[in-house]
């Protein structure tokens, strides 16, 4: 079992930054992909960055391109979430999540499932 625990979610004015961290223990977490996810209130959590195992292939929702940067450590058994030019529509309670790659988290049909407990993120107009 993977047990994922995110940090860094604050409150931070429009146009500043916040950097998430995710790590990981249990399982192995050089084997799989890893994501972003994010919930705002009365919305689908949606995914707005993966990476896979090597950190080669990365995925970005259109909303955040250009403005999000998703890297992993694996010695570290860590992911990160450099969150730049933030919008009040970035508010959400964002959540790290472990996948066997990418185009299974993309789908919705997960295989592992494993989610960390979210962290909040907002950002002031």
């Known amino acids: 079992q993977v047990q994922l625990v995110e940090s860094g979610g604050g409150l931070v004015q429009a146009g500043g930054s916040l950097r998430l961290s995710c790590a990981a223990s249990g399982g192995t977490f050089n084997s799989y992909a890893m994501g972003w996810f994010r919930q705002a209130p009365g919305k689908e959590r949606e995914v707005v960055a993966a990476t896979s195992w090597s950190g080669i292939i990365t995925y970005y929702a259109d909303s955040v391109k250009g403005r999000f940067t998703i890297s992993r450590d694996n010695a570290k058994n860590t992911v990160y979430l450099q969150m730049n030019s933030l919008k009040p529509e970035d508010t959400a309670v964002y959540y790290c999540?472990?996948?066997?790659?990418?185009?299974?988290?993309?789908?919705?049909?997960?295989?592992?499932?494993?989610w960390g407990q979210g962290t909040q993120v907002t950002v002031s107009s």
């Open positions: 999540n472990a996948e066997v790659n990418i185009p299974t988290m993309r789908a919705g049909r997960p295989r592992l499932d494993y």
